[in-house]
């Protein structure tokens, strides 16, 4: 089975192609490297990488066509909440039009399979945790709106045309590959993990923490951490599902705990061993208080077990990639 991973040399499409390689898959990579890394293919050696963009539907077209892919993993999108909120344009025209561009070529194509990499982000302001699937989507940022605004793309084209897909929506991807070959590198880099970890490293100033007065337990917000090779696992057992007849579904992929920003920090300065300078500062718009996944759907119907669950081991795996890739990809 030929899969196509649009995103591919991202953060969560990298992790998600090499466990595809360890599974057997054939996987061609397609992104534009606007915030890939090329780099990062190098430790994919299996994969075949073409430099390209969503939007090009002739290119898309003949990869579909010419390689047989029989499924698509969606991964290339914007992915940053307070950058959505500043500038929402490039969000709806990458994460919907692009978007929706890709999905023609895959509906005129005829392939068969499509996973798509989604978002907690979806839910906005919890109304109870943790959050299940049949959860209220009323998201309070346009990263989120343009996610379900796909989501919802993909239940009338499954409908109407038979595309069958499973929606993941994860919660805070965090960590880094445990073999230390892949690793986070968002640039800019807005995410806690891997700025408490430059800050403990001394090549970030220090941590704002976004907000103290949220009612939670610390008056910061509570985020679930998942480790990215656990999504990435996710997506695995997501299409192997699909390929034994699975009907299209929707699932959260979280660890079911919740850490605040304030807790997050600690754990870093255990693990890490560093003094992590911090200081407090406003609440960043569009930031729901508690975000904690119910995961029991996914582990119920597919069998997903969380292997890196805990918080330790998560930062651990992110700290041994900043350790040696202190600036990151080389490109
Ligand atoms: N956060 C923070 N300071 C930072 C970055 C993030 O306090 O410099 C908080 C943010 O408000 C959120 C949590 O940390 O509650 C996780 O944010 P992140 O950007 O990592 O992921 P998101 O929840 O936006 O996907």
Same mark, same amino acid.
């Given at each position: 089975?030929?899969?196509?991973?649009?995103?591919?040399?991202?953060y969560?499409?990298?992790?998600? $192609?090499?466990?595809?390689?360890?599974?057997?898959?054939?996987?061609? $990579?397609?992104?534009?490297?606007?915030?890939?890394h090329?780099?990062?293919?190098?430790?994919?050696?299996?994969?075949?990488?073409?430099?390209?963009?969503?939007?090009?539907?002739?290119? $898309?077209?003949?990869?579909?066509?010419?390689?047989?892919?029989?499924?698509?993993?969606?991964?290339?999108?914007?992915?940053?909440?307070?950058?959505?909120?500043?500038?929402?344009?490039?969000?709806?025209?990458?994460?919907?039009?692009?978007?929706?561009?890709?999905?023609?070529?895959?509906?005129?194509?005829?392939?068969?399979?499509?996973?798509?990499?989604?978002?907690?982000?979806?839910?906005?302001?919890?109304?109870?945790?943790?959050?299940?699937?049949?959860?209220?989507?009323?998201?309070?940022?346009?990263?989120?709106?343009?996610?379900?605004?796909?989501?919802?793309?993909?239940?009338?084209?499954?409908?109407?045309?038979?595309?069958?897909?499973?929606?993941?929506?994860?919660?805070?991807?965090?960590?880094?590959?445990?073999?230390?070959?892949?690793g986070e590198d968002h640039r800019?880099?807005?995410?806690?993990?891997?700025?408490?970890?430059?800050?403990?490293?001394?090549?970030?100033?220090?941590?704002?923490?976004?907000?103290?007065?949220?009612?939670?337990?610390?008056?910061?917000?509570?985020?679930?951490?998942?480790?990215?090779?656990?999504?990435?696992?996710?997506? $695995?057992?997501?299409?192997?599902?699909?390929?034994?007849?699975?009907?299209?579904?929707?699932?959260?992929?979280?660890?079911?705990?919740?850490?605040?920003?304030?807790?997050?920090?600690?754990?870093?300065?255990?693990?890490?061993?560093?003094?992590?300078?911090?200081?407090?500062?406003?609440?960043?718009?569009?930031?729901?208080?508690?975000?904690?996944?119910?995961?029991?759907?996914?582990?119920?119907?597919?069998?997903?077990?969380?292997?890196?669950?805990?918080?330790?081991?998560?930062?651990?795996?992110?700290?041994?990639?900043?350790?040696?890739h202190?600036?990151g990809y080389?490109?």
């Amino acid at each position: 089975m030929h899969v196509l991973v649009t995103g591919g040399a991202g953060y969560i499409g990298s992790h998600t $192609v090499k466990e595809l390689l360890r599974a057997g898959y054939k996987v061609t $990579v397609l992104d534009n490297l606007f915030r890939g890394h090329r780099s990062a293919m190098q430790h994919l050696r299996g994969a075949d990488f073409i430099q390209g963009d969503i939007v090009d539907r002739e290119l $898309v077209a003949e990869l579909l066509k010419n390689r047989g892919i029989r499924a698509v993993m969606h991964f290339a999108a914007l992915s940053l909440v307070g950058e959505s909120v500043a500038n929402p344009s490039p969000y709806y025209q990458n994460n919907v039009i692009k978007g929706l561009a890709l999905l023609e070529a895959v509906r005129e194509a005829g392939v068969p399979y499509f996973i798509f990499s989604s978002t907690a982000a979806v839910y906005g302001e919890p109304e109870q945790v943790p959050i299940e699937e049949n959860h209220a989507l009323r998201p309070t940022n346009p990263y989120g709106a343009t996610k379900l605004a796909f989501e919802e793309a993909l239940r009338w084209y499954d409908k109407a045309y038979g595309i069958k897909y499973i929606c993941l929506r994860y919660f805070n991807a965090a960590g880094a590959d445990p073999d230390g070959e892949l690793g986070e590198d968002h640039r800019p880099e807005t995410h806690l993990i891997p700025l408490v970890l430059k800050a403990a490293l001394g090549i970030y100033p220090g941590v704002t923490v976004f907000g103290t007065d949220y009612p939670t337990p610390d008056g910061t917000c509570v985020r679930d951490y998942i480790h990215v090779t656990d999504l990435a696992a996710a997506h $695995v057992l997501a299409l192997q599902a699909l390929e034994g007849g699975l009907p299209s579904a929707v699932y959260n992929l979280g660890n079911e705990r919740g850490y605040s920003v304030r807790e997050v920090i600690e754990v870093a300065r255990r693990v890490t061993g560093r003094n992590i300078p911090v200081k407090e500062g406003d609440r960043r718009p569009g930031d729901p208080a508690v975000l904690v996944a119910s995961s029991r759907r996914i582990r119920k119907e597919l069998g997903w077990r969380p292997c890196y669950g805990d918080l330790e081991t998560i930062i651990g795996t992110a700290w041994e990639w900043y350790r040696l890739h202190p600036e990151g990809y080389e490109n």
